[in-house]
């Protein structure tokens, strides 16, 4: 069974440009997740979605930040324009509702640097 | 007062000692409990997770729960030192009648062989 992909695994930008991080959950997980890293820090949750409802988008900064996931599948988060406290790593997960502890699984994650 | 937390280590331990970590967490509604394993540099992948209380085994891994304290800890026994990793603790409290997942910042496990 594949993964969760996200890609790019690392970008480089100057403030103020815009960026783009796309995530493939694992086949058949209604529940996606977006999560920002910083250093030392455990995984922050940005946005979720439930199919392509977003369901808990309290801790997405709206001012710069917007997602989407058209379909129910694959989603996009961006960035518009990024700051340098952006930096970071940027997780996408996904988990089934069929279960009752909803365990999430992690892709890869970008790791963005904005200088 | 947060809602999960950790002690940020780094927790160093021998090679073949159980490594003990801990993680309390502040809303009694808590449900779910996970624990992570992360590598540096790596994403964290999902080791283990307990939704009753008393002890989860599986393989060298033992979670314990204890709801009445709010206290969840992973055993690792017999650590090796490809077990060094930052150990995050997850759990699901009940908001708003769905279920979300809060991290703590996680334990630096260091097995000295």
């Known amino acids: 069974e594949a993964g969760v992909v996200q890609s790019p695994r690392y970008k480089i930008i100057e403030k103020k440009q815009p960026v783009a991080f796309w995530c493939n959950p694992i086949?058949?997980?209604?529940?996606l997740y977006w999560y920002r890293q910083n250093l030392g820090q455990g995984p922050e949750l940005l946005i979720r979605?439930?199919?392509?409802?977003?369901?808990?988008d309290s801790q997405l900064p709206k001012d710069r930040f917007s997602a989407e996931r058209l379909k129910g599948v694959d989603s996009t988060l961006k960035i518009q324009p990024a700051e340098l406290g952006d930096s970071a790593v940027y997780l996408c997960?996904?988990?089934?509702?069929?279960?009752?502890?909803?365990?999430?699984?992690f892709g890869p994650g970008t790791r963005l640097t904005v200088t | 007062q947060k809602e999960v937390e950790q002690n940020s280590g780094p927790l160093s331990v021998p090679e073949g000692a159980i490594a003990s970590l801990n993680c309390t967490y502040s809303d009694r509604g808590s449900q779910s409990f996970f624990w992570y394993r992360q590598y540096s540099g790596k994403s964290p992948e999902l080791i283990m997770f307990i939704y009753s209380n008393g002890d989860k085994e599986d393989g060298r891994f033992t979670a314990q729960l204890n709801k009445a304290s709010q206290y969840v800890s992973l055993l690792i026994r017999d650590s090796q030192p490809s077990d060094s990793a930052t150990y995050l603790c997850?759990?699901?409290?009940?908001?708003?009648?769905?279920?979300?997942?809060?991290f703590g910042i996680g334990t630096k496990l260091q097995v000295i062989p």
């Open positions: 997850a759990v699901t409290p009940v908001q708003g009648g769905y279920q979300k997942v809060t």
């Open positions: 086949s058949g997980h209604n529940t």
């Open positions: 979605y439930e199919n392509e409802e977003a369901v808990d």
């Open positions: 997960a996904s988990s089934s509702a069929s279960g009752v502890t909803y365990e999430q699984y």
